[in-house]
């Protein structure tokens, strides 16, 4: 009986070890985002970005802001 290799398709030519896997895969890790607080509300916000509380950035208006959308 002859067997066709066709049918398994794609194989690893070898076993991939634990160590090689896991050294592998440590750069693939969840890190949490970066964020500040508001220096006019206290809000939180992204780094580098205006309050979409208030509408500040960096202790000067950037956007305006409605009384609606505050509350």
């Given at each position: 009986?002859?067997?066709?290799?066709?049918?398994?398709?794609a194989l690893p030519f070898r076993r991939i070890s634990k160590t090689a896997k896991r050294q592998r895969r440590?750069?693939?890790?969840?890190?949490?985002?970066?964020?500040?607080?508001?220096?006019?509300?206290?809000?939180?916000?992204?780094?580098?970005?205006?309050?979409?509380?208030?509408?500040?950035?960096?202790?000067?208006?950037?956007?305006?802001?409605?009384?609606?959308?505050?509350?």
């Amino acid at each position: 009986m002859k067997l066709d290799i066709t049918l398994f398709g794609a194989l690893p030519f070898r076993r991939i070890s634990k160590t090689a896997k896991r050294q592998r895969r440590t750069h693939l890790k969840k890190t949490a985002p970066t964020v500040t607080t508001c220096s006019n509300c206290g809000a939180v916000v992204a780094p580098h970005r205006a309050c979409t509380k208030c509408g500040y950035y960096k202790g000067k208006e950037a956007i305006k802001v409605s009384k609606e959308e505050t509350k």
